[in-house]
């Protein structure tokens, strides 16, 4: 039997390269690819939790199926907006996205 | 070691590999099915800690609709991604401190909580995970409502994606 502390130190691991990726690549569509791992390192304590604890309560599961929802509507809307600015400004590049900017 | 223990550590090691390379390669497309080889990894260690539903829903919902979206979008933003310039920002190495950082820190806060040698119990038997996992989710008592929530969450999300990329002629 694998030890709790395996999945969570692969958790802790994909979380950081996750956080890595959101805070160094300059793509827009890079950094939601670096939010998608933050969520599934996320998914995979909350599962390992359930797993660990006590079974009959479902709490685990029921919050990483709502991560899941979490997650399609972050990204569809993320990639909304990023289609939508490099319709307009034909750039994907996180830093001249600074429309807002006084 | 476990023939388990064997099939994790490579399952591990596949998903972090997976994952380096969503974050260091510059061709975005590549990116992105290094992300679906990165899911595929989480989805067997779902299945690994028999949660089965999660580990369907890892690879209908992840790698079926959210990664293809991702390719979606990657290819209707393709022209600026032939620049040659860097794809990591001028900060990254602030990026990499804080991502080594953030695993040394979580690394230290498990060294030291006892509960971590932990192993898991049988289930109890005639134990449906998946029938209970259905039924906290519709139950008035359990979670019907957060179920809901997201559900209303869902289409507001879907509805204002086609209104943002909506292309008004």
Request: a neutral charge.
């Amino acid at each position: 039997m694998v030890p709790l502390s395996w999945y969570l130190i692969l958790s802790a691991a994909l979380f950081s390269i996750g956080v890595f990726g959101v805070l160094s690549r300059r793509n827009a569509v890079a950094i939601l690819l670096g939010i998608e791992l933050m969520l599934n390192a996320v998914n995979i304590n909350l599962a390992a939790f359930w797993r660990y604890g006590n079974v009959m309560n479902m709490a685990g599961q029921v919050f990483a199926i709502i991560v899941f929802a979490v997650a399609a509507a972050e990204v569809s809307v993320g990639l909304a907006l990023v289609i939508s600015v490099y319709r307009k400004h034909n750039t994907v590049i996180a830093d001249e996205i600074d429309m807002m900017k006084f | 070691m476990t023939g388990e223990q064997i099939i994790f550590l490579v399952v591990a090691f596949f998903t972090l590999f997976s994952a380096l390379r969503v974050v260091t390669t510059g061709n975005l497309v590549h990116a992105a099915l290094w992300l679906i080889a990165t899911l595929f990894g989480v989805a067997v260690v779902f299945a690994l800690l028999d949660a089965g539903f999660l580990a369907v829903v890892q690879v209908v919902v992840y790698i079926g609709a959210i990664a293809i979206l991702f390719i979606f979008a990657v290819m209707l933003t393709r022209k600026d991604m032939r620049d040659q310039g860097p794809q990591l920002n001028k900060t990254w190495w602030f990026g990499a401190l804080l991502a080594v950082g953030t695993f040394s820190g979580l690394y230290f806060l498990l060294q030291g909580w006892n509960g971590l040698s932990k192993t898991a119990a049988d289930f109890p038997s005639g134990f449906d995970a998946v029938g209970e996992l259905g039924t906290a989710l519709t139950s008035p008592a359990a979670y019907v409502l957060p179920f809901e929530v997201a559900s209303v969450l869902l289409v507001a999300a879907l509805v204002g994606a086609v209104y943002v990329a909506f292309n008004r002629k």
